[in-house]
């Protein structure tokens, strides 16, 4: 009998906790309604879907605040994708979400970073963060390239997209 009331117990503490994140999330959710639904994929580049580099799409969080996750517009849910950088802008192909895409017009800067929301790297450099405006928010969404040795080209060909949408 005590064995039963103690994984009862243990239960009941989970399922509190899970209907806390979920609660949390919600109340997230609700706190940032306000953010304008994403630009849509163009249609020359959703049509060919231009792949890119592979990785993990790690979150979007407002720019200067690595924790404060965005969780409308499916912004905070991390899943597996590749990164295709295109004169348009970046377009973010995500398994199991909505893909994300950024006008090359509201990018403003790139960077890489030890870590953001959800996802710690051991290497200072483990993160490609891009930062960019929408709806008169400034953001930034980490992507964690597959293979390190694609993450300066990557960093690279952002910056070089962002240096001639500023000319």
Known sequence: MKAFLGILGTLLILAAGYFGMYRGWRN?????????????????????KVRGIEGVYVATTSAGDWMDRIAVH????????????????????????????????????????????????????GLVVVTWTHDGRELDTGF?????????????????LIGAEQR
């Open 144 to 160: 964690r390239p597959r293979r390190k040795a694609d993450t300066a080209a990557l960093t690279e060909s952002i910056a070089t």
């Open 28 to 48: 997230r959710q609700s706190r940032q309604a306000d953010l304008a639904p994403l630009p849509a994929v163009p249609p020359e580049a959703g049509a060919a």
């Open 74 to 125: 499916e912004l905070g849910v991390r899943s597996i994708a590749d990164l295709a950088v295109s004169e348009a802008g970046l377009i973010f192909h995500r398994l199991g979400a909505t893909d994300v895409f950024i006008p090359a017009d509201h990018l403003t800067g790139v960077r890489t970073d030890r870590g953001i929301a959800g996802k710690v790297t051991a290497e200072k450099s």
